[in-house]
């Protein structure tokens, strides 16, 4: 049953591959930078350039050129950067893991954040706490990454000395980066939560937990969490999406060696194999985060059957 | 041209490590194919090459060549290489290797970027056709002698044998890595590349061969890759960083340069540069020269140089300062509103026009063009500004009757090689007058370009001075025509800590971006 | 005489999502209904009453089967069409609270069906309103108020208000008075006997309460795991139920006598789970009089007596004239409510 | 209508918490309006005094009320004028997106079948669409306007939104006053206009308010890229997005235009509530 | 002494700025092994006295305005929160209305049913716990106890499920049981057997149980004695067998008349004319009932008729009761 599933989804997930990179070759295409007069170099004449993108193909038709480009993928060759003439495979690959690290470590922040300010907002809704909670939460959507990472960065790596200046290797490199990001994205998490929480307390069996004798704590984390958490989950589900397609300003802030950076520059050299590479990641981080989102759902909530 | 690391300590000493920040990633080692202000530098400790720069000036220098003849007709260079060189993993270097270097870069399946300059030597056409599989110009006489024909007298070409495009790579590694010899490069100079871990560092170390005894004074250079400046800048001045590659961030760069503390440290860097604004002469209203001139007019210098915290120097020609031909006594257009607005009431502009400005979109390029939108405002020209990526703004300029106006910041041209030559072809002459060219104002003066062409056959060593005077003429003519108003040559600064020194003469490798010489600095006691 | 409803072999099968077996929550019913005549319907929670009422209305798309409405079938009408068909047929859902829009007042709520049908202009729709509060005993001052304002029985005659609001043919109330107490359930029947008498509404009136269903029906009908076991005039059912689950069912129901307090012979176990209906006849796992015919055959309806009308569907009753039954049977004559 | 208008008044009326954020949306409107009389200079004038000597910023003072940009400009003028395109993006394109994002979301938790997943897959798709290729495609083919940076940003911000109106809207279809009304024969559209969405508007106020933030920021980095309001206009977004690097020498660059959207996505936060209670009768009594 | 004493319980709701009194001076009182049932029409308070006695009323919208409730001695009502959870689950056991929504969808029955013995710490082991649940399962019941334990709500039927909430009340062997309208969803047969099962284990345990019902019958089978509210004031208490047979209040009166039983004729059916009032609008003075009544007299609209013995365990609040 599940396997089935799962083979469906996984197939809806290829389309959706299909689909996310035929738009985005053509959109590629219509840029006007011309990567062969840029690995030509500013001093080539226009007959180089010319055999330059006769080299990399650029001379064929669009939908040719995307089969050849579909043709490669499927043997397992991503290309070569046109800036750095290296497999991307390569570049991106290395750049995964970082990404994948601190992702998981963010959306821990933004949940430990998030959830914990939501539940805490919904105990007593339109009291202080709550209203604290929710400037906050708009002051953390609307910052600045690069302040609040600047300033995190001044607090407990300069003045305190707690964490290192940037950098990557040590499980301790990771907290600054997470929890800028945890900061700037909880607030989502926050309201969401604040809100499921509202519909779930007002529920019968919270009552039931009560009268059974669990104090608050039982009836909050035990009882009432797991009820509000399914628009939790989806949430991470799509935000699984989002920070696999890179979160550069912090990145760069904290020296982070994520697929942002790099992300960042091919689109200001337009730098095509690159951006195909890890357009093709993220869109496979989201059907994998949304998949993952809906089979952790069956867990949360019992009563959910696959579809 | 650089000063800075003022405080020479002691006589250098051996030993230590280096870390120098870098925002962006290396993309690549590879000598036929790097051409950018931050992969310049590191190869030219990871190669040597025939000829160099004697430390921080324009003059040529012997390097792997040991000496070298020019024939009285000026086709013929004949070079006698250093006896002993070898590579970092112990392979000799011979002229063999010195022809395979050439032929890499001209070879159409390399798609170097520095392929053209090449293009005076014998046999490069047929190359470069794909008819021939090597330069019939370059021989090996014997192991340590190779001899360069060129096809015509070029005065450039030691200039461009001593670019990156002339290092000289070992043949068998480059044949065993093929595309990925960039991330493998084996060369002959000071240091050799021991670890890159994209996004994140490289390690040059010490190569045991490296033929200049005593050198490198460092074991070890870490390039630490991906941080932002800003906070490269903080890890210096806690003493995690030794160098900021990409320069002190322009947000600090009062802050640092007036605290005492930190100003001994600052590190001063004259580029051979220009930052110009272009204006596309094929089209309105810039098709008309008394426009242009107005615009040169109108153009206020000094309060953009104050934009930037004073980080350049007002300029009015095209050349900057320090390169041969700069012409100390040019005349240029002076700033003059009610001049520039009768200009444009002559060309018919009274009441004003309308045009774009293409901009890169990283500070302080965008505030420098809102400076020149609203001086260009007091002569009627309106101007809205496009802020773009840079692929996207070369591109624009490149496009025939796309971009009216382009300002170079950030994209500006700085020297292949110190000869005023560079500064011509590529960005002012017919031939960059095309679709993807550099020659963004579409400027095309067929006489001034006979001149340039005269000026570069002048190459005998007694020819320097007519040459220069040549083209001191075709960058006078040039700006007779204003296809250009140039703004300001650019200073750099950035920062080394005080574990690092050397000596100001030679810390520099050559007149670029911050070329620093990492053979020639030296670890201190950090006081 | 012409029926105002005739269904027949109705049937109705959920899929569950994801798993291969199916829930068959009504199985083959088939029964008429006059005008002006009232159907009870009885029977375990679970059973299936509430998915009849809703096939009734089209709620809900039979899996198989007709429904004949006002001389036309219902079952294929093309959706707008059917739209405008439930001007006449209306219902009462069971849970008052759940089934008004919580952001509409009892004003908004009884006028939407007029609106809804394009009624009358804005005043005669106002005045329809007041009218119908008052009609159902509440007043037409509370039109102002939300439902969270009211009581559980006050909102339930709003229910009512606004199913009657178009004059419909046909009322299907499903546990209507369920979740009331006794004096408002009191109000509510007079009030329900009170518009079958004025207007000549029929009902489908469904209910666990069996005192409720036999006060207000003419026929009875006993549902058990989607398939009628027992129907008749409501009398005769009530007098001498045949079915051993309609015998317990009366039985079961408690008598507000504190002096008659009994023991009563309680089926046993629970009902089975839709998802695996037993073989044979649905209750013989519960039954006490089942033997073996019962676990592999499923009965059929037929006549238990005498009287043709009344039929149960139950092994113990012979098998010697089932052959001569047709499927839709006959219905009561109405028993007249004073 | 009336009576609706009068709920409002008299809500707002006891609601002192309601009151301020009113008033405080509607001192934005009038800001971004009338700036051009507020304004004490032109929002592009570069002042000679505006610039220190060595070319900072001029923090504020008396002459600039609140200090000078990088330019030396009047950050009070460019803040003013700014409002125009921050709340035209913060409210146009986020409304455009929410609205789009919940008109799909409604109907692929309504109609569900093939249409429902058809809807799904493609917000899918949308997601894991790289926007920014996009934004710099448009920048390069089109001329930069206002309505380019709107259509971008309800592009990128629908799918969000759509994903939870549809979970939501599929949770509340079950509910049975929804059947109620279908059973008295009320078309689809009405049940959809009359009884799903006034439930939705809780969510869509949550969604909203928090996009209007990321609007804001959002069109700061497509102007960045070409697409959206090129300098010298001002938006508040792109006076944070040029200047945050001179956070430590310039924080009045960042904080005020950052507190302004701070504050007009809090004030719409809490109007939405107002509104919520006018519109949700159950939630009333319980404040 | 009493198992639960109540003595001038009363109870406001905050609605739109003010305070609505829901529930105003309800007292009564329930002995070991003693049923009582409390009847009354929808809305009088029935659901909010059970809840404000165990302190669950809704926290910030509800609030206790006056009164006691001694349970074994002890005032529910003063008691720390600590306290009451203490006592709630393990010496007073709840049942609630719908089983569906009263119970966690999330969790498996032997969760939630081992979860009443571990926030009290009474079985050692997870083991034990698991036997004690298997075993009040059966004791309610249920059939093949081991499966139920590992399934979830939303598998079982409504009967079950109404069994699994009796065994989590039951479970600690409490020795109040405050039963919410139990059987309301049911069908006869269900309701039937549960209430069956109640009052076979109310024998074994020897509880006091609260039953609150609108269904007379239910009262008439299972309660020895009765509360009659209206308007969230008690009216009338006695037993059962008074009440049936001579009901004094003019309100008990109407609701033993509007019952339905089997045999009714099928005329129309005697009820209460006008509807109850609403919180807000029942005026402070005079008896909430009077509006309705046939038999008020003056003073009924004046003085709220004080709560006085008509006989042996028999008391109205009336002025002017039903002879
Ligand atoms: N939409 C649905 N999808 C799947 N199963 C359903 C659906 N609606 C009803 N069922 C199942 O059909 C069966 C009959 O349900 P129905 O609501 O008709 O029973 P009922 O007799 O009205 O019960 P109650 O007395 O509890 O109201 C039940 O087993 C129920 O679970
Ligand atoms: N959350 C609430 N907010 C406002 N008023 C409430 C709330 N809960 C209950 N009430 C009021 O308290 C009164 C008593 O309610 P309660 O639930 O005790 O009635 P009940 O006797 O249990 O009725 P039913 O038989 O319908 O369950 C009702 O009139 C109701 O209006
Ligand atoms: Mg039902
Ligand atoms: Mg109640």
């Keep these: 049953m599940i396997g089935r599933y799962l083979g469906r989804r996984l197939l809806l997930g290829v389309l959706l591959l299909l689909g996310v990179t035929v738009v985005t070759f053509i959109l590629l295409y219509l840029l006007p930078a011309d990567p062969a007069r840029m690995i030509a170099g500013r001093s080539a004449t226009a007959a180089a350039v010319e055999r330059v993108r006769e080299q990399l193909g650029l001379n064929l038709p669009l939908y040719q050129q995307y089969l050849h480009f579909l043709g490669r993928v499927l043997h397992g060759d991503l290309g070569r950067s046109y800036m750095q003439r290296v497999d991307v495979s390569t570049l991106v690959g290395a750049r995964i893991w970082p990404t994948l690290q601190l992702m998981l470590a963010s959306i821990g922040f933004e949940l430990l954040l998030g959830v914990t300010s939501g539940i805490i907002a919904s105990l007593r809704p339109r009291q202080a706490v709550d209203r604290i909670a929710m400037v906050l939460t708009f002051v953390g959507v609307s910052a600045p990454q690069f302040v609040v990472g600047i300033m995190l960065l001044y607090v407990f790596a300069m003045y305190f000395n707690w964490f290192p200046m940037g950098g990557y290797g040590s499980p301790i490199h990771i907290v600054l980066p997470a929890l800028s990001l945890g900061l700037l994205g909880s607030g989502w998490y926050s309201r969401v939560t604040r809100s499921e929480m509202l519909d779930v307390l007002s529920q019968d069996y919270i009552r039931t937990a009560r009268a059974k004798g669990a104090g608050p704590w039982r009836t909050v984390m035990i009882h009432a969490l797991r009820n509000a958490a399914l628009p939790v989950v989806a949430m991470i589900g799509m935000d699984i999406g989002y920070f696999m397609s890179g979160v550069v300003v912090v990145e760069s802030v904290f020296g982070w060696p994520g697929i942002g950076q790099l992300m960042w520059q091919a689109i200001q050299s337009v730098d095509a194999p690159i951006i195909m590479a890890i357009t093709m990641v993220s869109a496979i981080a989201i059907v994998m985060g949304n998949l993952l989102a809906d089979i952790v759902a069956l867990f949360v909530d019992p009563r959910i059957k696959l579809r | 041209l650089l000063t800075g690391f003022g405080a020479a300590a002691a006589a250098p000493k051996r030993g230590g490590t280096m870390t120098v920040s870098y925002q962006n990633d290396v993309s690549t080692l590879d000598p036929a194919i790097g051409y950018d202000w931050q992969n310049w530098p590191m190869m030219r400790v990871l190669f040597s090459r025939l000829l160099t720069y004697k430390p921080g000036t324009t003059d040529l220098t012997t390097d792997l060549a040991q000496s070298y003849t020019v024939s009285p007709d000026g086709k013929t260079y004949i070079f006698k290489l250093r006896p002993r060189a070898k590579f970092g993993n112990g392979d000799s270097l011979t002229a063999d290797a010195v022809k395979y270097s050439y032929e890499r870069v001209v070879d159409p399946k390399m798609a170097s970027p520095g392929q053209a300059f090449f293009h005076s030597i014998k046999g490069y056409d047929e190359m470069v056709a794909g008819k021939a599989t090597h330069l019939s110009g370059v021989t090996v006489v014997d192991p340590l002698t190779v001899k360069v024909e060129l096809s015509q007298p070029d005065a450039t070409i030691l200039q461009v044998l001593a670019m990156n495009f002339g290092d000289i790579v070992d043949p068998a590694v480059a044949k065993k890595y093929g595309k990925d010899f960039a991330r493998h490069p084996m060369g002959s100079g000071p240091f050799m590349l021991k670890e890159w871990v994209p996004g994140q560092k490289l390690v040059f170390v010490r190569n045991p061969y490296y033929f200049e005894k005593g050198l490198p004074y460092l074991d070890k250079v870490v390039f630490d890759i991906g941080q932002d400046p800003l906070v490269a800048l903080l890890r210096l001045q806690r003493g995690e960083v030794d160098l900021l590659g990409d320069g002190i961030p322009p947000a600090k760069f009062v802050e640092v340069t007036h605290n005492p503390k930190w100003k001994s440290q600052v590190v001063v860097g004259h580029p051979l540069e220009t930052s110009y604004l272009t204006m596309n002469t094929q089209m309105k209203p810039f098709d008309d020269v008394r426009v242009r001139r107005a615009v040169n007019m109108a153009v206020n210098k000094k309060h953009i140089v104050r934009l930037i915290n004073g980080r350049g120097h007002p300029t009015d020609q095209v050349l900057p300062p320090g390169m041969p031909g700069y012409d100390k006594n040019y005349k240029g257009y002076r700033y003059d509103l009610k001049k520039a607005k009768a200009l444009m009431k002559a060309a018919g502009y009274a009441n004003g026009v309308s045009t774009e400005l293409y901009v890169y979109n990283t500070d302080p390029n965008p505030r420098i063009a809102q400076a020149i939108q609203a001086d260009l405002g007091h002569i009627g020209i309106k101007v809205a500004l496009r802020s773009l990526g840079q692929a996207q703004v070369i591109s624009a300029g490149g496009t025939p009757k796309t971009a009216p106006m382009v300002w170079s910041g950030g994209m500006a041209w700085v020297d292949d090689f110190p000869d005023p030559s560079d500064f011509y072809g590529p960005i002012l002459g017919c031939g960059s007058a095309v679709k993807g060219g550099w020659n963004w104002a579409w400027y095309c003066n067929k006489d001034i370009d006979a001149l340039a062409a005269k000026a570069d056959t002048l190459a005998q060593p007694n020819e320097v001075q007519e040459r220069l005077a040549l083209w001191r003429k075709v960058f006078g003519a040039a700006m007779h025509d204003a296809p250009w108003v140039p703004v300001f040559n650019e200073v750099q600064y950035t920062m080394h800590s005080k574990r690092v020194a050397a000596d100001p003469a030679n810390a520099f490798s050559d007149p670029g971006v911050f070329p620093f010489n990492y053979a020639r600095i030296y670890a201190t006691d950090g006081k | ?338 | 209508m009336v009576a609706l208008a009068n709920n409002v008044v008299v809500h707002l009326a006891r609601h002192k918490v309601s009151t301020a954020a009113a008033l405080v949306v509607l001192a934005m409107i009038v800001a971004a309006v009338f700036a051009p009389w507020l304004a004490p200079h032109g929002p592009n004038i570069q002042f000679d005094n505006g610039l220190t000597n060595s070319g900072l910023p001029v923090p504020p003072g008396r002459v600039f009320p609140l200090g000078t940009d990088l330019m030396g400009r009047d950050l009070l003028s460019r803040m003013l004028y700014g409002a125009r395109t921050s709340l035209v993006v913060g409210l146009a394109a986020n409304a455009v997106a929410v609205f789009i994002g919940t008109v799909l979301g409604v109907v692929a938790g309504f109609v569900r079948g093939i249409m429902g997943a058809a809807i799904m897959r493609f917000t899918d798709l949308m997601l894991a669409f790289p926007a920014l290729i996009l934004a710099i495609a448009l920048a390069a083919i089109l001329h930069p306007t206002l309505w380019i940076v709107i259509a971008v940003i309800a592009l990128v911000n629908w799918t969000w939104v759509c994903r939870v109106v549809y979970t939501q809207t599929i949770a509340i279809s079950e509910r049975e006053y929804i059947e109620a009304v279908r059973s008295l024969g009320a078309s689809p559209l009405r049940v959809v206009l009359r009884h799903l969405l006034p439930h939705l508007v809780p969510t869509v106020i949550v969604w909203g308010t928090l996009g209007i933030a990321t609007a804001v920021q959002l069109e700061a980095t497509l102007s960045f890229l070409g697409v959206g309001v090129q300098p010298p206009t001002p938006s508040w977004g792109n006076i944070i997005f040029e200047n945050q690097a001179y956070f430590s020498t310039a924080p009045w660059l960042v904080l005020l235009p950052g507190i302004a959207i701070v504050v007009v996505a809090l004030a719409f936060n809490l109007l939405g509530d107002a509104l919520r209670d006018v519109f949700d009768p159950t939630s009333r009594s319980r404040s | 002494m009493r198992l639960l004493d109540v003595r001038g319980l009363s109870v406001a709701f905050r609605s739109a700025g003010r305070d609505l009194s829901v529930i105003e001076d309800v007292s009564f009182s329930i002995s070991r092994g003693e049923v009582v049932g409390l009847v009354g029409e929808s809305g009088c308070g029935k659901s909010v006295t059970a809840m404000s006695i165990l302190g669950l009323l809704p926290a910030g919208l509800a609030r206790v305005t006056g009164g006691e409730a001694r349970f074994e001695g002890a005032d529910m009502l003063t008691l720390s929160a600590r306290e009451l959870r203490a006592l709630r689950g393990l010496r007073i056991g709840t049942i609630f209305q719908e089983p569906m929504t009263s119970l966690n969808p999330t969790y498996t029955v032997g969760y939630q049913l081992t979860e009443v013995l571990k926030i009290h710490r009474l079985a050692g082991s997870r083991r034990a716990r698991a036997a004690a649940a298997m075993d009040m399962l059966q004791q309610v019941g249920v059939t093949a106890p081991e499966r139920r334990m590992g399934q979830y709500p939303h598998e079982l039927s409504g009967g079950i499920r109404q069994r699994v909430m009796i065994a989590m009340a039951l479970i600690a062997q409490p020795s109040l049981v405050v039963a919410d309208e139990p059987t309301t969803a049911l069908d006869a047969t269900i309701q039937a057997q549960i209430l069956d099962l109640l009052r076979n284990l109310n024998d074994r345990i020897d509880a006091g149980i609260l039953l609150i019902t609108h269904d007379l019958g239910v009262v008439a089978e299972f309660c020895q004695r009765v509360l009659v509210m209206y308007a969230g004031r008690v009216v009338e208490e006695t037993t059962v067998e008074a009440l049936f047979a001579r009901p004094r209040h003019p309100y008990s009166r109407g609701l033993l008349d509007s019952t339905l039983r089997l045999d009714s004729p099928r005329s129309p059916l005697p009820t209460i004319a006008g509807s109850v009032p609403s919180p807000g609008r029942r005026g402070a003075a005079g008896c909430h009932f009077c509006g309705r009544c046939a038999r008020a007299v003056a003073r009924c609209r004046v003085d709220v008729p004080p709560f006085s013995d008509v006989g042996p365990l028999h008391r109205v609040a009336c002025w002017n009761p039903v002879p």
């Excluded at chain 3, 119908?132 to 208000?161: N, T």
């Design chain 3, 1 to 338: 005489m012409n029926y105002l409803v005739e269904v027949s072999e109705l049937e109705k099968r959920f899929a569950l999502r994801g798993r291969r077996t199916e829930i068959h929550a009504v199985r083959g019913i088939s029964f008429r209904l006059r005008p002006g005549e009232t159907l009870g319907i009885v029977g375990e929670s679970g059973c299936g009453k509430s998915t009849l009422a809703r096939l009734l209305l089209r709620l809900v798309e039979p899996s198989g089967g007709d429904i004949w409405f006002d001389g036309e079938d219902i079952t294929r009408l093309p959706r707008q069409q059917m739209r405008r068909r439930r001007r006449r047929m209306q219902m009462v859902f069971q849970d008052p609270f759940a089934s008004l829009d919580p952001r509409m007042t009892a004003g908004q709520l009884i006028e939407e069906p007029l609106i809804i049908h394009r009624i009358g202009r804005r005043t005669e729709r106002r005045q329809r309103v007041a009218e119908l509060l008052e009609q159902v005993g509440l007043g037409a001052d509370v039109a102002e108020l939300y439902p969270h304002e009211f009581s559980g029985g006050q909102r339930q005659r709003i229910c009512i208000a606004r199913a009657v609001a178009l004059n419909p043919k046909l009322l299907v109330c499903d546990e209507a008075v369920s979740a009331l107490d006794v004096s408002v359930q009191s109000q509510i029947l007079n009030l329900l006997v009170g518009l079958r008498r004025g207007l000549g509404l029929t009902y489908v009136f469904i209910s666990h309460d069996l005192a409720v269903v036999r006060y207000i029906s003419d026929t009875i009908m006993v549902m058990y795991l989607g398939q009628v076991m027992e129907y008749g005039p409501v009398d005769a059912v009530f007098s001498a139920p045949r079915h051993p689950y309609t015998r317990v069912l009366i039985d079961a129901v408690p008598v507000p006598d504190p002096t008659r307090r009994r023991h009563r012979t309680l089926p046993i176990g629970d009902p089975p789970s839709p998802e695996t209906p037993p073989a044979g006849c649905p209750f013989h796992p519960r039954c006490g009089e089942a033997s073996d015919v019962c676990r592999t055959t499923v009965p059929v309806l037929r006549p238990a007596g005498a009287d043709l009308t009344h039929t149960v569907a139950c092994h113990l009753y012979g098998a010697s004239c089932a052959a001569d039954l047709s499927p839709i049977l006959p219905v009561a004559e109405r028993v007249p409510v004073t």
